[in-house]
């Protein structure tokens, strides 16, 4: 079977990383079309290494025909366009923040809650988390099955690639710009990024936190479950690809660091890197480019009944969005009977 496959926002950082990922893991894709808006129409990305696709203009796009489609274009435009390519008849993977909460849509991790894929038909769009949440809960669940997690407070190190190429071109310009001593003025940051880091990532909520921080909040308690305690602070910081968490955990029972690294050690998704000495730890330059979900400074934390500490960081293009979707187009294919409107 091969399947006509859609990216939509494939100028952007993620869509030309589902574009990469599809061609690495060799998705049976029989047609690939790169969809963004009018003002991209006619660039050139990439698919592979040898094939160029030429980009189309998601408005005027018919998904009738095509039996899959990533998104990765702004909630926006997906609450548009995602229900039109839905009731055309295509499946697709939204990895935008709008139909996160929906109760009627999937917002789905593989090696979390694959399960939930039994209804996605219902509305013909599944969801993909916020990356922070997404890298949390990949190492989280493991542990909760095994002791039941109560609570979880996080704190995020946010690279600027999560606020898209001109988050990364911002980082670059102001930090060469300080080197010839003609500091630039922030555009896309409230606070100047080279050299600091922001403790705000999205808009400021009635309560004092940001949406950022909620979104990781309620899409964990969806994804584990609503009875789990979750505190968020994040922030973003001067690095240009791969998230990192401080993650402090308390557990309904015991869960000793050696338990822990057991039960991670084999966790589908999760590389545990973590010894104490110096550089016995991941940082986002081991996981730029790379599928895992890194979790190093495994430890007890002495001041809370059944405690835990851990230090989890991830690629947030990849896992953190891309190959999070392509995961879930795999799974649809291999155990949930999406099949191509035409065979070949």
């Keep these: 079977m091969s399947y006509k496959i859609a990216v939509v926002g494939a100028t952007g950082n993620v869509g030309r990383e589902m574009l990469k990922i599809l061609a690495e893991r060799r998705f049976p894709a029989r047609e690939v079309v790169a969809l963004a808006s009018r003002a991209s129409v006619g660039k050139k990305v990439s698919f592979g290494e040898e094939e160029i696709l030429t980009v189309k203009a998601l408005e005027d796009y018919d ?10 274009p702004g909630a926006s435009v997906s609450k548009i366009h995602a229900p039109r390519a839905a009731r055309a008849g295509c499946t697709v993977i939204d990895n935008t923040s709008h139909f996160r909460m929906d109760p009627e849509i999937p917002l789905v991790v593989p090696e979390v809650n694959a399960h939930t894929l039994a209804g996605y038909r219902g509305r013909n769009i599944i969801a ?3 990356c922070s949440t997404m890298q949390m809960v990949v190492a989280l669940k493991p542990l909760h099955d095994a002791a039941t997690i109560k ?3 996080v ?3 946010q690279s600027v690639s999560g606020a898209g190429k001109a988050g990364m071109d911002e980082l670059f310009e102001q930090t060469k710009s300080l080197f010839m001593n003609a500091p630039k003025e922030p555009v896309n940051f409230t606070k100047r990024i080279a050299f600091n880091v922001i403790p705000h990532i999205d808009v400021f909520m009635d309560d004092g936190g940001t949406k950022e921080e909620w979104k990781m909040v309620n899409e964990t308690r969806k994804i584990l479950g609503s009875d789990i305690a979750v505190s968020a602070t994040c922030v973003r910081v001067p690095v240009f690809v791969g998230h990192s968490e401080s993650v402090n955990l308390e557990f309904e029972r015991p869960m000793s660091a050696e338990e822990a690294r057991e039960i991670l050690a084999d966790a589908e998704g999760v590389v545990l890197f973590d010894e104490a000495k110096d550089g016995g730890y991941a940082t986002p330059i081991e996981c730029a480019g790379e599928d895992g979900v890194y979790v190093s400074r495994l430890r007890a934390d002495p001041t809370v009944k059944h405690g835990l500490n851990l230090w989890i960081v991830s690629d947030n ?9 392509v995961q879930i187009a795999e799974e649809l294919v291999r155990n949930y009977g999406l099949a191509p409107k035409l065979a070949h």
Excluded: E, I, M, Q
């Design 63 to 72: 998904f009738a025909g095509t039996d899959l489609a990533l998104f990765s």
């Design 128 to 130: 993909n988390p916020n």
């Design 151 to 153: 609570r979880v407070v």
């Design 155 to 157: 704190s995020t190190y």
């Design 317 to 325: 293009l990849r896992k953190g969005a891309a190959l999070n979707a």
